[in-house]
């Protein structure tokens, strides 16, 4: 049996490389950009964009030149942090090598696409990633039931810490980026909660957390980049807390791939699976929450719906590897996760 390890802590003045192995930003949101810039380096960090995340288009170079400029952006760096997702992170997982990436050891931050990379590295090295940031993220205020991934990227392993689920989640449409109110009091408009599939009021499970978009990883499903059954039999003897969130894809879909994800063994050792919030389609006959009925109903473990990650803000940090503890119990709702190997 293997340990997790965990990045060094992230200090004042560290390090923090901006690639884009997915998607750079366009030019009409290099403003955007720039002020998430801004506000990590009022907190004292050293921030550089690499040239690939400020070129537009569905990407900014080739898939060996992505990969390529990824393990140059992990070399020396303590934080290694994407602006955002994109659509095909996953051309680059047979071009990176996870040992030398894992041997750097900074901090890799992201969601959304960056999860096609962030799981094989977690599942395939050991080394825990970070979910549920990225730059362009960072003008907006968090809950204060959450951590910033920041400060938890600053514990020291061993360490412990514990976010409560949001009362408030955002339900409008995204507007242009210079009417945005970046405050929690306006950004999150609508009430919100975790619930339990089978209704079922007080709910508690442990075990290792392992998780992402599903559209992204789902794919992974059944290569050696997305071994999660793997993953539990090395480095996860307590078992496994699944998280999954769809970022778009309407109730077939997302039953589809719970199913695949299923058929893989994704939840063979979980004890626990948490479904984040999603602004895709139900469909005639098939709402979400009955995909993910239909998909994981009669598994004998607990399933979170509703959960703080995702697409549908505000979304908490979730370390991938974190030996995590998970309680349902009205709006006193936590997770607390272990920085433990």
Same mark, same amino acid.
């Given at each position: 049996m293997a340990s997790i390890t965990y990045p060094a802590p992230l200090r004042a003045g560290g390090r923090i490389e901006v690639p884009a192995p997915s998607m750079g930003v366009p030019?009409?949101?290099?403003a955007r950009l720039h002020a998430a810039v801004d506000a990590l380096t009022?907190?004292?960090f050293d921030v550089r964009l690499r040239p690939?995340?400020?070129?537009?288009?569905?990407?900014?170079a080739p898939a060996a030149a992505r990969a390529e400029d990824l393990h140059a952006a992990f070399e020396g760096a303590d934080v290694v942090l994407p602006p955002w997702g994109g659509e095909l992170a996953i051309e680059l997982v047979e071009g990176i090598d996870w040992n030398v990436l894992a041997e750097a050891r900074p901090w890799f931050v992201g969601w959304s696409?960056?999860?096609? =990379?962030? *799981?094989?590295?977690?599942?395939?090295?050991?080394?825990a990633t970070l979910h549920g940031a990225n730059l362009m993220d960072e003008p907006y205020e968090l809950p204060t039931e959450f951590a910033r991934w920041t400060d938890?990227?600053?514990l020291p392993p061993n360490s412990t810490f514990e976010q409560y689920s949001a009362p408030r989640r955002r339900s409008r449409p995204w507007g242009a980026w210079a009417d945005e109110p970046l405050d929690r009091d306006r950004a999150y408009d609508a009430p919100t909660r975790w619930r339990s599939l089978d209704g079922t009021s007080d709910v508690r499970m442990r075990g290792r957390l392992i998780g992402g978009c599903l559209e992204t990883v789902s794919?992974?499903?059944g290569t050696p980049y997305g071994d999660v059954p793997g993953f539990a039999r090395k480095y996860a003897p307590e078992g496994t807390i699944v998280y999954l969130e769809a970022a778009e894809s309407n109730a077939i879909t997302v039953l589809?791939?719970?199913?695949? =994800?299923? *058929?893989?063994?994704?939840?063979d050792d979980a004890n626990g699976i948490l479904i984040g919030r999603t602004d895709g389609a139900a469909v005639p006959e098939l709402s979400q929450e009955d995909a993910v009925r239909h998909a994981l109903g009669d598994l004998d473990v607990p399933v979170l719906l509703d959960f703080d990650t995702g697409h549908q803000p505000p979304?908490?940090?979730?370390?991938?590897?974190a030996l995590a503890e998970v309680r349902l119990n009205g709006a006193g709702s936590s997770i607390v996760q272990h920085l433990v190997p």
């Open positions: 030019a009409h949101l290099l009022t907190l004292g690939h995340a400020v070129t537009g288009g569905l990407t900014p696409d960056i999860s096609t =990379l962030l *799981l094989p590295l977690t599942t395939r090295t050991g080394l938890v990227a600053g794919l992974l499903a589809r791939m719970l199913t695949s =994800l299923r *058929l893989a063994g994704w939840f979304q908490m940090p979730l370390v991938n590897g």
